[in-house]
Nanobody
């Protein structure tokens, strides 16, 4: 089993920055990809960014150039640096871990609110 706990959400003004963290525990050696998803009120959950076990990163077009995903394997922690925030970035942000084999894992989310 893998447990994921997000933190770092909060209220910021447009143009501001925030850093989200996801602490992984349990059988962390099983994890291949880790990533972030978000869900805004009234909208579907969407993929934001991912990083594989070798450190290669992938981004949704909507956040490319503004967000940075990173992974500290020694600390079992995933990060998402959110810069140049826009009101449309307001959402619950969820940490996701995809193992080499088996079901994926999800955190419970952390809320990011960006005011105009």
């Amino acid at each position: 089993q893998v447990q994921l706990v997000e933190s770092g959400g909060g209220l910021v003004q447009a143009g501001g920055s925030l850093r989200l963290s996801c602490a992984a525990s349990g059988s962390t050696s099983r994890i291949n990809f880790m990533g972030w998803y978000r869900q805004a009120p009234g909208k579907q959950r969407e993929w934001v960014a991912s990083v594989d076990s070798g450190g290669s990163t992938y981004y949704a077009d909507s956040v490319k150039g503004r967000f940075t995903i990173s992974r500290d394997n020694a600390a079992n922690t995933l990060y998402l640096q959110l810069n140049s925030l826009k009101p449309e970035d307001t959402a619950d942000y969820y940490c996701n871990a995809i193992p080499f084999y088996g079901n994926s894992y999800w955190g419970k989310g952390t809320l990011v609110t960006v005011s105009s």
